[in-house]
């Protein structure tokens, strides 16, 4: 679908890696263009604070990129999130990963060269973007360690990646409740992502009267044109004119 054009009554829910950010060969590689986080508090400014950042990372991570730019964000699949005014809301509180589980995923991890273990406040994620060779065996273990109805947790597939998650907690969840908050009310979300975890806000996005767009389908699978289109929606915010970005750094 075409991206529709932003106007005040918008509000963006942003994922981040494969969609603000290119992919890299492991998380911690990214690159932030250096435009991005003065772009994204820009828009937060002009859509009267209806910006959120959400993402599979934790909020900590999530704010190291974009520093110094920081708002309203769901870190680990919605299992945290923040609000504009700072108020903090993790749930189930305290609940996370068993240990054993971590060392044994740890354990594979040193055992499989190329597979990473990302531990996180709640969750754990395996890579295997490195290792594809192992990507069944990391499912092996990772089914072995959650069954199906476990009653806290859950496998999430992520792009060559499986997180184990809290159960109950999805970015669709996250997109519902920041909607709820004062500033994002009454606006019609706009939910951009590229990966399966990303569906559940897509589809909350559209239940709220909104769109859910895909990398992949509506930016050609390119985050630099998912950056080009917040730019042109930046510029339309201001009233038209070609928006001040400094100079030597693409969009
Ligand atoms: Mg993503």
């Known amino acids: ?5 932003l106007d005040r ?3 963006l829910f942003l994922d981040v890696d494969g969609t603000l950010l290119e992919i890299a060969a492991s998380p911690e590689l990214v690159v932030v263009p250096p435009s991005l986080p003065g772009l994204l508090a820009h828009l937060h400014d002009q859509l009267g604070g209806a910006l959120a950042i959400v993402s599979g990372r934790p909020l900590a991570e999530i704010d190291r990129l974009l520093a110094p730019f920081a708002s309203s964000a769901a870190g680990e699949h919605g299992v945290a999130v923040r ?3 700072g108020t903090l809301e993790e749930a189930p509180a305290g609940m996370a990963v068993p240990e054993p589980w ?11 060269p190329g597979v990473q273990m990302e531990p996180k406040p709640h ?4 890579h295997y973007r490195l290792a594809p060779d192992h990507a069944n065996d990391v499912w092996r273990l990772v089914r072995a360690l959650v ?8 496998l999430l597939p992520a792009r060559e990646a499986v997180e184990i998650s809290l159960r109950g907690r999805s970015k669709g ?15 019609r979300p706009i939910y951009i992502g590229d990966d399966f975890t990303d569906e559940a806000g897509m589809s909350m996005a559209r239940d709220l009267g909104g769109v859910g767009l895909r990398v992949a389908e509506s930016f ?32």
Not at 222 to 247: F, I, K, N, Y
């Open 1 to 5: 679908m075409t991206p529709p054009d």
């Open 9 to 11: 009554a918008s509000a």
């Open 83 to 85: 609000y504009d005014d």
């Open 102 to 112: 971590r060392e044994a995923l740890q354990a594979a991890a040193d055992r499989w």
């Open 123 to 126: 969750g754990v994620t395996m």
């Open 147 to 154: 069954s199906e109805d476990h009653p806290h947790f859950r």
């Open 173 to 187: 969840s996250a997109v519902e409740r920041l909607m709820g908050q004062a500033m994002f009310q009454g606006r």
């Open 220 to 251: 050609s699978g390119d985050p630099a044109q998912v950056r080009s289109w917040l730019v042109r929606g930046a510029e339309r915010l201001d009233g038209g004119a070609p928006r001040a970005v400094p100079t030597g750094i693409s969009p």
